[in-house]
């Protein structure tokens, strides 16, 4: 019996050793599982759920959550500390970057083009030059046909009907980029409304949507409006984008190609915040779009955690920018920003 028993305690030692042996890479893929939450921009909001879903086939463990709030509100949230990363198109200010008290590094993900969308039934297309735009936007003009929108579009057709202006209700980045670039070729728009990311429009008829999913739907629901969304916002919806004129004196609609002629010769400082007001070539109106990470974060894990999605983005998530209209991060860019954020990441 003696002996007996010794054999049973055998059999039972070595199959708990051998359950504990197979369960243990499940139990270590729990302990390391990690859940990230950032929130900011609408504009790149459909490429950081795209990324999101991605990701999660080279690395199961890693969940990644993103709300689309506005760059104001990613700001916001990342000095608070709220999120583990935040989303903005208009980069960080110094005294923004001051009251982040875990520090930030920027980090660009893409670039994009802002597409001028209007409804104007009977008119498909439709030129708007460095002059005409920003007063436009300014109050100068509040008649589709004015004498200055006749004149970019002769033998177009344009209504004696006022201009319903579509702008943003929050805080935006794709706002920045607009009113960054109309504010750089016109000195009175820069003077009367500047660029800024909440700017206070002083214009009639004035509707306000929320993110660009809602500047689009009230753009595509209200006959005679202009607003201004994220270009792959204005494809989706099959809204028509006008054609904007260039430095060159080109009038140049919104693309994918356009964005990256604009885009190629920016030069990206040792913080990575460039600010892109009228680019020599392409189209005129680019810009950025960056995650803001934390230098320091509550937990090893949790660092790691935010390395390995940096990482993924900036090497295999940039295969899928092209596919939803946003340009990629150069190269030379992308090495510099990893070593940034792998040394300092902790």
Same mark, same amino acid.
């Given at each position: 019996?003696?002996?007996?028993?010794?054999?049973?305690?055998?059999?039972?030692?070595t199959s708990?050793?051998?359950?504990?042996?197979?369960?243990? #890479?499940?139990?270590?893929?729990? %302990?390391?599982?990690?859940?990230?939450?950032?929130?900011?921009?609408?504009?790149?909001?459909?490429?950081?759920?795209?990324?999101?879903?991605?990701?999660?086939?080279?690395?199961?463990?890693?969940?990644?959550?993103?709300?689309?709030i506005?760059?104001?509100?990613?700001?916001?949230?990342?000095?608070?500390?709220?999120?583990?990363?935040?989303?903005?198109?208009?980069?960080?200010?110094?005294?923004?970057? %001051?009251?982040?008290?875990?520090?930030?590094?920027?980090?660009?993900?893409a670039?994009?083009?802002?597409?001028?969308?209007?409804?104007?039934?009977?008119?498909n297309?439709?030129?708007?030059?460095?002059t005409?735009?920003?007063?436009?936007?300014?109050?100068?003009?509040?008649?589709?046909?004015?004498?200055?929108?006749?004149?970019?579009?002769?033998?177009?057709n344009?209504?004696?009907?006022?201009?319903?202006?579509?702008?943003r209700?929050?805080?935006?980045?794709?706002?920045?980029?607009?009113?960054?670039?109309?504010?750089?070729?016109?000195?009175?728009f820069?003077?009367?409304?500047?660029?800024?990311?909440?700017?206070?429009?002083?214009? #009639?008829?004035?509707?306000?949507?929320?993110?660009? #999913?809602?500047?689009?739907?009230?753009?595509? $629901?209200?006959?005679?409006?202009?607003?201004?969304?994220?270009?792959?916002?204005?494809?989706?919806?099959?809204?028509?984008?006008a054609?904007?004129?260039?430095?060159?004196?080109?009038?140049?609609?919104? $693309?994918?190609?356009?964005a990256? $002629?604009?885009? $190629?010769?920016?030069?990206?400082?040792?913080?990575?915040?460039?600010?892109?007001?009228?680019?020599?070539?392409?189209?005129?109106?680019?810009?950025?779009?960056?995650?803001?990470?934390?230098?320091?974060?509550?937990?090893?894990?949790?660092?790691?955690?935010?390395?390995?999605?940096?990482?993924?983005?900036?090497?295999?998530?940039?295969?899928?920018?092209?596919?939803?209209n946003?340009?990629?991060? #150069?190269?030379?860019?992308?090495?510099?920003?990893?070593?940034?954020?792998?040394s300092?990441?902790?």
């Amino acid at each position: 019996m003696a002996f007996l028993s010794t054999i049973l305690n055998r059999v039972v030692a070595t199959s708990v050793i051998t359950g504990a042996v197979a369960l243990s #890479p499940m139990l270590s893929a729990i %302990a390391q599982a990690e859940t990230l939450n950032g929130a900011g921009a609408t504009f790149p909001a459909p490429l950081y759920e795209k990324y999101a879903r991605e990701v999660k086939k080279k690395y199961p463990d890693l969940k990644v959550n993103y709300q689309a709030i506005g760059s104001g509100g990613g700001i916001r949230q990342t000095i608070a500390g709220t999120v583990d990363f935040g989303g903005s198109d208009a980069a960080m200010k110094d005294d923004e970057i %001051a009251k982040v008290k875990n520090g930030v590094i920027l980090v660009p993900t893409a670039g994009g083009a802002v597409s001028v969308v209007y409804n104007l039934p009977g008119v498909n297309k439709l030129r708007l030059s460095r002059t005409t735009l920003p007063d436009i936007f300014s109050g100068k003009i509040t008649k589709w046909d004015d004498a200055k929108i006749k004149a970019d579009n002769p033998g177009v057709n344009l209504p004696n009907s006022p201009i319903k202006f579509v702008v943003r209700a929050d805080g935006s980045g794709t706002t920045f980029i607009f009113t960054n670039h109309l504010s750089a070729i016109n000195g009175y728009f820069k003077g009367r409304i500047g660029a800024n990311t909440a700017p206070k429009w002083t214009l #009639p008829n004035v509707l306000k949507g929320k993110g660009n #999913p809602g500047v689009a739907a009230l753009v595509r $629901s209200t006959p005679g409006s202009i607003g201004y969304v994220e270009y792959d916002y204005a494809t989706k919806n099959k809204l028509n984008s006008a054609e904007v004129q260039n430095k060159k004196g080109e009038f140049v609609a919104p $693309s994918l190609a356009a964005a990256n $002629s604009a885009l $190629s010769t920016v030069k990206f400082p040792d913080n990575y915040r460039v600010f892109i007001g009228d680019p020599g070539q392409g189209y005129p109106i680019v810009g950025l779009t960056w995650m803001m990470v934390y230098k320091k974060y509550p937990t090893p894990a949790k660092a790691e955690a935010m390395k390995k999605w940096i990482n993924w983005v900036l090497k295999d998530g940039q295969q899928y920018n092209d596919d939803l209209n946003y340009t990629k991060i #150069p190269g030379d860019v992308v090495n510099r920003v990893l070593q940034t954020v792998n040394s300092n990441v902790k």
